[in-house]
């Protein structure tokens, strides 16, 4: 697919044809453009003028940009990613990027720049605490799994957007790189040589491969809600209210994912996010905040679940959906949240695109911190069925992570 990519020479001019970018920064008064794309898969550029207005443009490119053209890969992510910020952002803006321009033509997404925001991982890398944004993102997903869902949009609205969503490409990036080549390497893997054994143990667990089937079946069919569908700590935009620490706030972006599946993926991934940044954080020693890390996963919880009781008068239906139903649905929703973070963790250790909580430990630590990460999915995935209390997660992940540390 031929289509011109933006770059930092041609930017001025590409937001002076569009009104949508030209009434918020003036083209003939930039005074930066800056290339910030950290990410795997896109170009991102921040331009600012002497005004002090500035606008992110996030293109996509036709291939992954992790590996390069040898993978290519749909553009027309864009046009998911636009629709899934302009319909989360329609059931609480406080909580996602605004989008102001989608280009149909070029893949080009306008949108708000977070100039004071940074992406959490870095900050919880860091040792920042960031208070309050684990339960904003219960939130942000509490709101869209009612909005999107039959619980909160009109059945026959629902069913022409869960359509609209189709998002086949990059479900299988997930389907391949999360459920399946963790136990199926085509090449892709990787890990320390000291942690070979402990990949090999993971790839063969009977017992885990079974729940990792389980856990993708769900993926391809539960399509429950307008998830994010890539829900970790670098899609997550984070400010300080006041100050660096204390009250913060909090943007979900990068939802070039999004699609309709089940609402557990995207509070699963939370969790194994905050599970990855405390092996890093018990592999340095740093327990207070291993600890605190811990601590998000029932804050995350909690914020998703105050949401969805309080969005649950309003449901559409209530004939045959009762308070039962919703009891059930939370049931359900944590089981599915505890496997997936299974399956979102072990990922980050083995697969391609790991994270840099664990990858940028220096070897002789991260050896401790990738077998722990590695045994806690295991042993998550094997206590399912005599617990799913949050609790039992944090101390089961707490003893796991400092029983494997090295040094
Ligand atoms: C090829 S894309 C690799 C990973 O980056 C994204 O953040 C998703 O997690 C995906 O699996
Ligand atoms: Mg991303």
Same mark, same amino acid.
């Given at each position: 697919?031929?289509y ?6 041609s930017?001025?001019d ?5 009104p949508e ?22 170009l991102?550029?921040?331009?600012a003028?002497?005004?002090?207005s ?7 490119l036709p291939y992954v940009?992790?590996v390069g053209p040898?993978w ?11 629709e899934?910020?302009?319909i989360?952002?329609?059931f609480n803006?406080?909580?996602?990027p605004?989008v102001?321009?989608?280009?149909? !033509?070029?893949?080009?997404?306008g ?11 870095g ?17 942000y ?13 009109d ?8 359509a609209?969503s189709?998002?086949?490409e ?9 459920f399946?080549e ?9 890990v320390?040589?000291e942690?070979?054994?402990d ?5 063969? !667990?009977?017992?885990?491969?079974r729940a990792?089937?389980?856990a993708?079946?769900k993926f391809m069919?539960s399509?429950?809600?307008l998830?994010?569908?890539d829900l970790?700590?670098?899609s ?12 913060s706030v909090?943007?979900?972006? !990068? ?8 609402v557990?993926?995207d ?5 194994a996010?905050?599970?990855l ?6 592999a340095?020693?740093n ?16 914020g998703?679940?105050?949401t969805i009781?309080s969005?649950y008068?309003?449901?559409? !239906?209530k004939?045959v959906?009762r308070e ?5 649905r939370?049931?359900?929703w ?11 963790m072990?990922?980050r250790i083995?697969?391609?695109?790991k994270v ?11 050896i ?22 949050i609790?039992?997660?944090m101390a089961?992940?707490h003893e796991?992570?400092h029983r494997?540390?090295t040094?």
């Open positions: 697919m031929e011109e990519f933006l770059s930092a020479e930017v001025a590409y937001i002076r044809s569009k970018l030209s009434s918020r920064v003036n083209a003939d008064r930039i005074t930066s453009v800056q290339e910030v794309g950290d990410g795997n898969l896109n991102v550029f921040i331009v003028d002497n005004l002090g500035s606008v992110v443009l996030k293109q996509a940009r992790l040898d290519p890969m749909t553009p027309f992510r864009a046009q998911k990613e636009a899934a910020l302009r989360h952002g329609s803006q406080s909580l996602v605004e102001f321009l989608y280009d149909s !033509d070029r893949f080009v997404i949108m708000e720049n977070l100039s004071n925001y940074r992406v959490w991982r900050a919880m890398i860091e040792g920042l605490r960031h208070e309050c944004v684990a339960s904003q993102m219960g939130e997903v509490g709101e869209l799994a009612f909005g999107t869902s039959v619980l909160g949009m059945a026959e609205k629902q069913k022409r957007l869960m609209d189709i998002n086949p990059l479900c299988k990036i997930t389907e391949d790189l999360v399946t963790p136990h199926n390497d085509i090449g892709r893997n990787s320390l040589k942690n070979e054994k990949a090999q143990e993971h790839a063969n !667990d009977v017992d885990m491969i990792m089937g389980e993708k079946w069919t399509a429950e809600a998830i994010h569908g970790h700590t670098g997550v935009m984070v400010a300080a209210n006041n100050g660096i620490e204390g009250p909090s943007k979900a972006f !990068d939802s070039e994912f999004a699609f309709y599946g089940p557990g993926f509070l699963g991934a939370l969790w996010n905050y599970t940044n405390a092996a890093r954080s018990v340095l020693g327990d207070d905040y291993a600890d605190w890390a811990l601590s998000l996963i029932n804050e995350t919880w909690v998703f679940e105050k009781r969005r008068d309003n449901r559409l !239906d004939r959906w039962g139903m919703l009891e059930d939370l049931s359900q944590k089981l599915d949240a505890w496997l997936f973070s299974a399956a979102k072990s990922r083995v697969g391609l695109a840099a909580d664990v990858e940028q430990l220096e070897p002789s630590i991260r401790g911190a990738a077998r722990g990460t590695l045994n806690l999915a295991r042993t998550l995935v094997a206590r399912m069925s005599d617990t799913t209390s609790e039992s997660y089961i992940a796991t992570l494997y540390k040094v």
